[in-house]
């Protein structure tokens, strides 16, 4: 099967790459498909052990306008063209767009060059991964699944939603708030929860902490964005009275602002901004904290975390946690049981639970401890994994198209595409040919 990913490797997407090590392992043979080159200057561990070779579409088409071209020609000779065609065209009427023209040309690559043997697609995030795929099964006629996550999910117009959960033979989501948003939307049965669980293989039990005495140290790892909120947990930190140093490790549009925020609220010397950092340097960055926040909120766009890995990788270290009950974050951190739960925006709710887990070394040991029993009994990869690859392999027994072989060339005239098709791609690429008899 194909996976259509947006980028591949990606530092913050290692939940997508330890579930297609899992799916390998399990015996499922996975092409990857990205839309993006990567841009991180590292990758974690888990990338090297893949086995799956990677394909890199057009980012974008102007780039390779000679790829473009040979893809379309050879699509636009297929019987499942025009009904592709008339598809995008519906969707184009309603985000008129360069990125939408972009999309549709990756899928024509997508499919133009799809080995004969793949017999299913399956896109990571329901926006452009799941546009790119859902063009390319229809010219394929191959039946394609997509996993939901956050961003995705909470962008994305209710139209393109309802549209694509009625078009793909089954959707998976990783909180039970995505999957009741979704499954209002779709046929019913269409969209079930499968978290993405945590390799712990990878995240052993951390050595027993020793009390040292010193400076308690507060960790938050997550990308500096809007969603994350992390003004307001610098806001937080300032009003703290106790003793405190905070590690932030990740990169992000906000980084500069966020520095010169901290250097305005007097406290950027106690602050270490260790930026992007590989699996290895998040898990040590863990066995040295005393505690995990995360400072999430909805943005004005509506983007939002789902349930975020970094809080399940934290709680695995038996380190407790501060975090906002946006989304599914409370389908994790039971308030008062292995963290503490306050309102998003709210600095003054997010300092008060800060101090209070500061000041009391055994609330910490014994909420790390419960956080780390609950990761191990319901959020173990193999038991999420299994129910993947489960409806992976009994669903994986679509037709093997044949609309290659089978294809007849549009009759005498023709002209192979919409007319925004053509006009896009004039301005983003070389003219397209359209073979004639």
Known sequence: MAFV???YPRLSETFVAQEILALEQRGLPIDIWSLRHPTDGASHPVHAEISAPVTYLPEYLRDEPE???AAWATCCTWPTWAATIALFDADYRRDPTVNRVRRFGQAVVLAA????????LHAHFLHTPASVTRYAAKLKQLPWSVSA?????WTSPEWEKREKLADCDFAVTCTATNADHLSALAPPGRVERVYHGLD???FPPPPVRQATGTVPTILSVGRAVTKKGYPVLLDALARLTVPWRFVHVGGGEQMDALRRQAHDLGIADRIDWRGPQPQQAVIAACRQADLFVLASRIADDGDRDGLPNVLVEAQSQNLPVVATNVSAIPELVQDGVNGLLVP??????????LQIMLSDAAMRRDMGAAGARRVRTEF???NCIDRLAGKLRGENAGLNSSAAATASR????????????RRSWQRSAAPIPCPKR
Do not use: Q
Request: charged share 35%; hydrophobic share 35%; glycine share 10%.
């Open 5 to 7: 990913l947006k980028g």
């Open 149 to 153: 996550h956050a961003k995705d999910i």
């Open 113 to 120: 060059e799809l080995p004969a043997g793949v017999t299913r």
């Open 344 to 353: 998003p925006d709210d600095a003054t709710a997010m300092a008060d639970a």
């Open 380 to 382: 173990d990869l193999d």
């Open 410 to 421: 549009p009759a005498p005239g023709r002209r192979c595409g919409s007319r925004a098709v």
């Open 67 to 69: 790829r473009v071209r």
């Open 200 to 202: 712990l293989g990878r």
